[in-house]
């Protein structure tokens, strides 16, 4: 027996910037989430900084790549960029973070009488993206009656100047405090930095799912900063179907590539994220693939469900990864209907707290329509809209 | 309790007598057995010892009998002392008593506050043992039960203290040789001076390595010796064994490695992998009814048709390494991928009748690496991921594949035995690792057949429409379950180190004056250690289990210039490992000092 091996965290500068590596952290009150689709979701932690450390923290390490290594220092088991930094000094709580924060800003109206969208054209705010990449937002102007101030389109530019004055840099709040020091970072994974891209396509055309995403990727305005949107090897070929190309409504990439998620041929589950840094390569890729429907962990009802391979073996739960199913071996032993097999769970997210060496695994009912349907797509896994709840398992 | 002959609170790092520049300040002491102070209380101190925080980890179920304990983390010590103040003098008692108060904060801020890195220490020395042990304070309070205007009489004073689980015998921030000198009664300014301190090499005067816990040469590479007769000879290891003497007490003990380059490489290193494995070294196989060393690089030569393995065909070639099978050649590896998208080809395959020697020492988690490269074509034209196949015969049993990876391309070796180096992923071995005591009913095995049982194999997979050239020199299994960690410079603006820079890995304390946790940096080179650079260190902090042999592993990776990849690994590159230890107790010190 032995205590829970340290969790640490290791900061890198802002992918923008470079690939400098920082410091490294022992890390608190670990948490990670982990989604089949998408990859590494978010992750959390305290640190144990002073009151000088915190400060530079505050100050620096928003936007910065973030990962987290177990025992296995070839394999982090989470990776992302730092969205939010708290700083609790016992009087007060700041917080600063990448979440409202917009360099790029579009607005998209109608203009009465017509049936089309129309896009202003984006301003920057390019010192804030030089640090921390281009993150674009887009505010609806609803449909405008008339022209105030000349045109429609001046007044849409003064209001996306206005917005992207208030937002283009992280955004800070503070308050009273009066709870017990603490300094505490959250982080995103990198198919988030998808959220930051607009997609825009006005052509009308009918193409192959691989054609669409291939365009997706092109489009992204950020490069290979991020994630090198030129290496398309890990997009593996999906010929189930074709669809319309055009995309005019403001969505972002990620909503984009929801659409084309789709499934495959047969029926099956397709998924898609951004890869960690390849130890090989150093960099991160997009990949689209059939979903992994292999029974890889089991548990037993017995033992509180503590994780194991499909031999029985024990995982250390920190390793877990979603986009494979887990089976309970001692539910249902001797089933054999049709159907789904009901002792098994297509595991759609993951859930790891390090202070309980908790791991939490959850599927979902209809997740096979996922894809296809576009359901549940604007939430993350839990807390649906609609629809039945996922399945939770804690062990 | 037998009371104690040296009791003392101590803030600080003492200077090194006779170094005249000399940042450290004299230490700051305050005796609690002063016969005109405070003085311990006859029985006034009832030794504690660390408890499970928390009362531990468990697993548990309301539908489970019992529970089991997973995790076992330890609190911190709160020690309670009782204490006489006796002095006849008002103000100096409450000098004393200020002087109390003024270490108690000094505690307290120790590295909360950026300004405060003098550790504040509690130093003792039993009368019946045999060395000072000295544990870090974190806090303490104080409480008295007197009245402060009176001194007349004593005062009682309680001190209650909140210190680390462990007491070491060598102080926070102390030197971390002095633990091997005093071990050998030496003393000082006879038996060693100023430059016998020096943490990373011979000080040229003929005060020689052997001073140190453990020295060792290690290859960056493993070979046999003897041809396929031997399983206990070797040519070349990749490890340091620190043996169990030089590791007393009861927690794990604390240590400080240096690396340094030493021969066979013509380019410094950019990262080196370390781990520690403390099960036995050497074992008698039901396989090869002989006795087997504990090994962790299998060589690609062995692995190939020839020999009942995978594909590949080994080459006799002088940049290539002695394999088991032929320990009069060197060997590597060649295989033409051939175009069969989607197909994986079994290129190398070891099991325990091909050289995959001793099985029952191949039990844990292990990280695999692969020392190869392609050499036509471009990156991410093949990958190549590892097989973990266990049952009674191939096709019969459980399959295990790690997660396909780039295999690195390169066009040319500009120097001998250098190959990319490739990460393949880990696995577990037995894939049931709860599986221990086999059907003989003799206990632990993984498997009493000779010829089979465990199979490794490298798969690759030529994702182009031409045929690939592949070459492999090894597979390198670094064990990760005890404690594994990589010490990388990848990702420094630096980018590299010296080819004769000294690199440390320190869990003692010494380089961040006291601070318990782990510190990794550079020393600037020809052989001066005298401007250290962080840098970056992942995974787990490499401290030594007491009572037993650890082995620590290496591989390491070196930087060319020249090379379109960044992860090369010279084979026949060679570093010294110099290991000083400071054991950790919770009870009473064992070990001799001189102080």
């Known amino acids: 027996m032995s205590a829970i091996p340290e969790h640490w965290i290791h900061l890198y500068q802002r992918p923008a910037q470079g690939t400098a590596f920082i410091t490294r952290q022992q890390a608190f009150k670990y948490q990670h989430q982990k989604l089949a689709v998408g990859g590494d979701d978010t992750m959390s932690c305290e640190l144990a900084l002073d009151g000088t450390e915190a400060q530079l923290a505050l100050e620096n390490w928003v936007g910065c790549r973030v990962a987290a290594y177990v025992d296995n220092p070839m394999a982090p088991i989470w990776e992302g960029i730092v969205s939010r930094v708290y700083y609790d000094d016992g009087a007060l709580m700041v917080t600063r973070s990448l979440d409202e924060m917009f360099n790029r800003v579009e607005v998209i109206y109608t203009s009465i009488g017509s049936n089309r969208t129309t896009t202003v054209s984006a301003a920057n705010e390019t010192d804030s993206q030089a640090l921390y990449g281009i993150k674009a937002g887009t505010c609806d102007g609803f449909i405008r009656n008339g022209i105030v101030g000349g045109s429609n389109g001046q007044h849409m530019e003064a209001i996306r100047d206005l917005i992207i004055g208030q937002v283009a840099w992280p955004l800070t709040s503070v308050t009273q405090s009066g709870g017990m020091p603490t300094f505490r970072i959250e982080a995103t994974g990198f198919f988030h930095t998808l959220e930051w891209e607009n997609y825009y396509n006005a052509a009308v055309a009918g193409v192959s799912i691989n054609t669409q995403l291939n365009n997706i990727m092109a489009a992204v305005v950020n490069d290979t900063t991020f994630f090198d949107n030129t290496d398309n090897s890990l997009i593996e070929t999906n010929a189930a179907y074709n669809l319309v190309n055009t995309e005019t409504f403001g969505k972002t990439s990620w909503q984009c590539l929801q659409t084309v998620q789709g499934g495959g041929a047969n029926g099956a589950y397709w998924v898609m994220g951004i890869k960690r840094t390849d130890p090989i390569t150093g960099t991160r890729r997009f990949y689209y693939r059939a979903g992994n429907t292999d029974v890889e962990y089991t548990s037993r009802s017995a033992d509180g469900l503590r994780p194991r391979n499909q031999w029985g073996g024990l995982v250390r739960p920190w390793t877990m990864e979603p986009d494979r199913v887990m089976r309970v071996n001692d539910l249902l032993v001797g089933w054999s209907g049709r159907g789904l097999d009901p002792r098994e769970t297509y595991i759609e997210t993951i859930r790891y707290d390090a202070d309980t060496q908790k791991v939490t695994w959850a599927g979902a009912d209809d997740l096979h329509m996922q894809g296809a349907l576009q359901l549940h797509r604007y939430y993350k896994m839990q807390g649906y809209s609609s629809g039945p709840p996922p399945r939770n398992a804690w062990t | ?595």
């Open chain 2, 1 to 595: 309790m037998q009371e104690p002959i040296e009791l003392e609170i101590i803030k600080g790092v003492e200077p090194v007598p006779g170094d005249t520049e000399t940042a450290e300040k004299p230490l700051d002491r305050l005796n609690l057995l002063s016969s005109s102070g405070l003085a311990l209380d006859t029985d006034g101190w009832q030794m504690a010892y660390p408890s499970l925080k928390n009362q531990g980890l468990w697993i548990d179920s309301p539908t489970m009998n019992g529970r089991e304990l997973s995790r076992s983390p330890q609190t911190n010590v709160i020690e309670t002392m009782t204490l006489t103040m006796t002095n006849n003098d008002l103000s100096q008692r409450q000098g004393i008593m200020k002087h109390l108060f003024r270490l108690q904060q000094d505690a307290r801020d120790f590295w909360s506050m950026e300004s405060q890195y003098q550790p504040v220490y509690l130093n003792f020395k039993p009368a019946v043992g045999v060395c000072n042990q000295y544990a870090l304070l974190y806090t303490f309070d104080v409480a008295m039960d007197s009245d402060p205007y009176d001194c007349t009489n004593s005062w009682l004073v309680t001190l209650t203290f909140e210190r680390a689980p462990w007491r070491a015998v060598v102080p926070p921030g102390g030197n971390p040789r002095l633990f091997k000198f005093w071990k050998q009664n030496w003393a000082w300014g006879i038996n060693y001076t100023i430059d016998d301190l020096r943490l990373h090499q011979d000080d040229g005067t003929g005060f020689d390595d052997t001073t140190y816990s453990a020295y060792d040469t290690v290859d960056n590479r493993f070979e046999w010796e003897g041809g396929g007769t031997s399983h206990e000879g070797y040519l070349s290891k990749n490890w340091i064994d620190i043996p169990a003497d030089e590791i007393p007490g009861d927690m794990e003990a604390d240590a400080y490695i240096s690396v340094t380059p030493s021969s066979g490489s013509a380019y410094p290193f950019v990262k080196f992998w370390v781990a520690r494995y403390t099960r036995p070294t050497t074992f008698r196989g039901r396989q090869s009814d002989e006795d087997s060393l504990a090994y962790n690089i299998l060589a690609a030569g062995d692995g190939v048709a020839a020999f009942g393995g995978g594909a590949g065909t080994a080459v006799v070639d002088a940049c290539g390494v002695y394999c088991r099978t032929d320990a009069a050649n060197q060997y590597i590896v060649q295989y033409t991928a051939p175009v069969a998208a989607g197909v994986w080809q079994n290129v190398l395959q070891w099991y325990p009748a091909n050289q995959l020697q001793n099985i029952a020492s191949w039990r844990g988690t292990w990280a695999a690496f692969l020392r190869c490269q392609q050499t036509n074509g471009a990156q991410d034209d093949v990958q190549a991921r590892l097989v973990i196949e266990q049952g009674y015969a191939l096709g019969y049993g459980g399959r295990y594949y790690t997660d396909p990876q780039v295999l690195p391309y390169w066009v040319a070796l500009s120097s001998c035995r250098e190959f990319p180096v490739m990460y393949l992923g880990q696995f577990t071995l037995p894939l049931d690792n709860e599986y221990l005591s086999g059907g003989y009913g003799r206990g632990a095995e993984i498997s009493g057949v000779a010829n089979d049982a465990v199979w490794l194999s490298v798969e690759t997979l030529n994702t182009k429409t031409a045929t690939r050239t592949l070459e492999f020199l090894d597979l390198i299994l670094m064990p990760v379950d005890e404690a594994f960690g990589c010490f990388t410079a990848e990702n420094s603006i630096l980018g590299h180190v010296s080819s004769n820079s000294f690199n440390i890995m320190d869990t003692t304390g010494y380089a961040m004056h006291g601070k318990p946790g782990m510190y990794a940096s550079v020393n600037g080179g020809n052989e001066t250690p005298d401007r250290f650079m962080p840098i970056e260190y992942r995974g787990a902090a490499i401290r030594l289990k007491p009572g037993v042999n650890n082995r620590l592993y290496f591989l390491f990776q070196h930087y060319n210039a020249a090379a379109p990849v960044d992860n090369i690994s010279y084979a026949s590159a060679e570093h010294t490992i110099r290991v000083s230890v400071v054991p950790r107790f919770q009870g009473i010190a064992d070990v001799e000092q001189d102080s």
